[in-house]
């Protein structure tokens, strides 16, 4: 923790110096100090790390652009959605789903289950602000991050913390791919995070872009409102029996991986799936060579964990297309030549993390991708104070994975550090008076002694 070292002198001048140069920016409205850590993003990530951090006595603040928490279960999902593993697999830390709820809570209870985890530990965001930079200040040793109102609260606000914990998510933005002709398609297009039922498309000829889980119930869904539903398939998927032998499959996929290598793991999944599901391949959806447990780890690539989609690719009631090629007003060409006529388009084409967007850093953070570099379980812990919770590829599991880990590390600085740091924060900091601009000499006087002593 060099850098912690390194602020040890500063910490005493933190206040005056963040105020000076405040004084000297001019750019925000608002300016807040923030005693303990600043979370980005009131999803479960955010909720987790943060009812950890209270667990050690470490306040924190989150930060949300949406009007409440987890807005991507509230508002970006489709009705029918149910989590896929079962719930004491997606349990945040420190409080577990009612015994009254069904092993696959639907999303409806899955968003009671957070609200009531907020309440618990009195978790109250700041909503409808977007973080829309945060960078870390070499000088004087804290992140500052910059917001603006979004909807309700107008205007921007200049936050400065010592700890920034990422928690925007790997589904922070919508992912859109461009199609040759896209715009000559008359048709709607959506993405999944816009699609709620099926229910506008009774009796309309659906193209679904994508065969991750989102695309493969999206599809189920459409069928079961009677449109008539096609899949893009421009590669391979692994899709497997969401149960067998009686347990999950992904409870027994990690009971598998802790008493056999991955590749045995695969296998016998494979097998189980063969003879549960049959040869997906000869429905035009074949297996990627590697297995779903090695393609997880290596990839992050989830596999399709089946909730009925294939019992209605086998009766006909989905069709499996190839990759496309280009869009007209009313079809769409498809890359092994056929051409379908189609009424909408669904693109279950999945999501991209935006911290590369906001975030002015380059050491923990990919700008490719905008995951962190470091390799599961590592990803967590950046320099300066920086973390990510939620980026691990392993769902609500690995974001309580996350969360646990940061809350050690952070509250073990918090108690020495937290005196010092008190004495000095007022929150949200005064506007400029003339007693702030006499500090502000006086500090300028002071640096100029200590400047001319070490001469
Ligand atoms: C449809 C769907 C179903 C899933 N089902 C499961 C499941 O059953 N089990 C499982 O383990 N995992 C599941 N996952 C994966 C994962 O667990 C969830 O995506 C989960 O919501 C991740 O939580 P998070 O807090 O990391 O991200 P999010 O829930 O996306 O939360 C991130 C938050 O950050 C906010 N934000 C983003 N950018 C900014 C900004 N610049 N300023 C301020 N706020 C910002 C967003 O508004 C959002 O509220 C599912 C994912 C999806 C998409
Ligand atoms: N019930 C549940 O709990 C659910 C959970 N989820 C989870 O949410 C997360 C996001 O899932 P999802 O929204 O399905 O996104 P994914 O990223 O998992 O899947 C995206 C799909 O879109 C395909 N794709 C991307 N670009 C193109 C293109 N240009 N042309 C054709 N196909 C394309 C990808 O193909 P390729 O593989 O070839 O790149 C892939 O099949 C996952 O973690 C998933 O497990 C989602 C839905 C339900
Ligand atoms: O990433 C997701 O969507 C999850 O729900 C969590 C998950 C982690 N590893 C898996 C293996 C099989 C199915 C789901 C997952």
Redesign the pocket.
Known sequence: MDYLRELEGKRVHDHLLYKKSMMMSKLCERRVWVPGPIIVGAGPSGLAVAACLKQKGVPSLIIERSSCIAPLWQFK?YDR?????PKHFCELPFMSFPSNFPTYPTKQQFVAYLEAYAKKFDIRPVFNETVETAEFDDLYGFWRVRTRGSKAVEGTCEYACQWLIVATG??AEA?V?E?EGMRDFVGPIMH?SCYRSGEPFHGKRVLV?????????VCLDLSNYNAQPSI??????HVLPQEMLGSSTFGLSMWLLKWFPIRIADQFLLLMSRIKLGNTAQLGLIRPKVGPLELKSLTG??PV?D?GTLAKIKSGNVKVCR??KRLTSHAVEFVDGQVDNFDAIIL????RSNAPSWLKESNMFSKEDGFPRRPFPNGWKGESGLYAVGFT?R?LLGSSMDAKNIAVDIASHWKAEAKQFMAFTCSPLPHYSKQDERDHAQMKEEKKRKICTTK
């Open positions: 999902t959605l149910r989590l896929h593993l790997e589904n992912y791919p199609f999944t872009v994508g065969c991750g889980n989102s695309g493969m119930e893009v398939v421009r590669d391979s998927v690539k989830t964990l909730v990759g496309i279950a084409t999945g999501y590829k769902g």
